[in-house]
Structure formats: structure tokens, C-alpha cells
């Protein structure tokens, strides 16, 4: 699986948009970009994934730029319940097993 | 729903005592994977498997055990713990399969063990 590198730490504002980046430069062109999230200490929490196209659900949107090598999740409206560590993993299914974390950023939403 | 349920929550062994680390899903997934987390730190892979009777090693397998005889349970077993596997581990589950290969990981709450 490609390499990801996030900053390690994110402050944002409550009621603010977060916008949290995420280097995939080394990126195939068959694996989808996720994100997870981790509150405190429960276990990591999955928020939404995309391959090339721009995604959004109830809880984010995803920004993948043209060429695959970065994307943005965008949390629009921050809430201090969102303060968490954010993962972005690169993945593809299918014969390819093994799904690896990097130390993700710790987003912190402050009042 | 109940999900990944993993038991027990917390525990406390000696160096040198065994345990296992119990984990069942209740989504018919085929694909399971045991992490472990160590403070501060990232989640590290230390086995999976890709459905009934398959298993294989991730990035930290030694001094851990998996086994997988039904597609619901995948217990971790230690068999001679060390203060080295002082962390929380975690386990996770995902459909995998035919138009859902790219399907999200849906993660257990986690177990707490001290090896002291």
C-alpha cells in the first residue's frame, strides 16, 4: 500500500471548518483513499473513502485533487466532540490483505 | 447491531502468564485483523485473516497467536506475556468480498492489557 504523511497535530476553532491534509504522492491508481478517526482511546472509527471523485456523507467530505497525489477531509462545521486523531489510509481490496495506520494528526477543536 | 465485540475489556497479567484475547463479529465479514496500540502511537498489524481456517502474520506477529475456525471468532492468544505487549489491541472486521473489496474496517472497542 502507498505511503501517507499527515501533520501530526491541527488546531481548529468550533463552528469552524476543519481542514485536515493528507500527502499520497506514491499512490496506484486502483486504491482508494479512507479516512478513520479515534476518539480518546475507543476504537478508530470510519468516516468515509473515495477514489478520485470529490465524496461527501452526513459526517465529512473528501477532496481528492486531480492527479491523486493529496486530498483534504473537510469537517464543515467542528464541534468539540470532533477533537480525535484522523488516519488517512490508501488501500485497495480485492487480493491486497493487509491494511496499515500511520500516527494520523490529532485534531484539536478548541471553543 | 452489535458489531466487533471484544472481551475482556481490561486485564492485568504477569510476565510469563498466557491469555486470550476474544473478538466475534456478528456481520458475516470475512476479513478480520488484530492491531495493536501501543501510548501515542499509531495502530500496528500484528495478524488477520481472510476468512474461515486462513491466517497470516502482519508487521508485529511474534509472541502472538491467532487462530480462526468460524467466520464469527478470532481470538489473539499470548502465550508467555511480556511488559513488551503492554498496549490496547484492537480488532476489526470487513466484508472484503466480490463488490464490497474496498469495504470500510468496522472496529471493536479495544482490550486493555498490562503485563506487569
Known amino acids: 500500500d502507498a505511503k501517507t504523511t499527515q501533520p501530526p497535530s491541527m488546531d481548529c476553532a468550533e463552528g469552524r471548518a476543519a481542514n485536515l491534509p493528507c500527502n499520497h504522492s506514491t499512490i496506484s491508481g486502483n486504491e482508494y483513499v479512507y479516512w478513520y478517526r479515534q476518539i480518546h482511546s475507543q476504537g478508530p472509527q470510519y468516516i468515509i473513502h473515495?477514489?478520485?471523485n470529490n465524496e461527501t456523507n452526513e459526517m465529512a467530505s473528501l477532496i481528492i485533487t486531480e492527479d491523486r497525489k493529496s486530498s483534504t477531509l473537510i469537517l464543515p462545521h467542528a464541534t468539540l466532540r470532533d477533537t480525535a486523531v484522523y488516519y488517512c489510509?490508501?488501500?485497495?481490496?480485492?487480493?491486497?490483505?493487509?491494511?496499515?495506520f500511520g500516527k494520523g494528526t490529532l485534531l484539536t477543536v478548541n471553543p | 447491531n452489535a458489531g466487533v465485540t471484544q472481551t475482556p475489556k481490561f486485564r492485568i497479567l504477569k510476565i510469563g502468564q498466557s491469555m486470550t484475547l476474544q473478538c466475534t463479529q456478528d456481520?458475516?465479514?470475512?476479513?478480520m485483523y488484530w492491531y495493536r496500540q501501543d501510548p501515542g502511537m499509531g495502530l500496528k498489524l500484528i495478524y488477520y485473516s481472510v476468512g474461515a481456517g486462513i491466517t497470516d502474520k502482519g508487521e508485529v506477529p511474534n509472541g502472538y497467536n491467532v487462530s480462526r475456525s468460524t467466520t464469527e471468532d478470532f481470538p489473539l492468544r499470548l502465550e508467555l506475556a511480556a511488559p513488551s505487549q503492554t498496549s490496547v489491541y484492537f480488532c476489526?472486521?470487513?466484508?472484503?468480498?466480490?463488490?464490497?473489496?474496498?469495504?470500510?474496517?468496522?472496529f471493536g472497542n479495544g482490550t486493555r492489557l498490562t503485563v506487569t
Open positions: 473515495g477514489l478520485k
Open positions: 456481520m458475516n465479514h470475512n476479513y
Open positions: 489510509i490508501v488501500f485497495r481490496g480485492g487480493s491486497n490483505y493487509k491494511l496499515t
Open positions: 476489526a472486521s470487513r466484508t472484503g468480498t466480490g463488490v464490497h473489496y474496498n469495504s470500510p474496517l468496522h
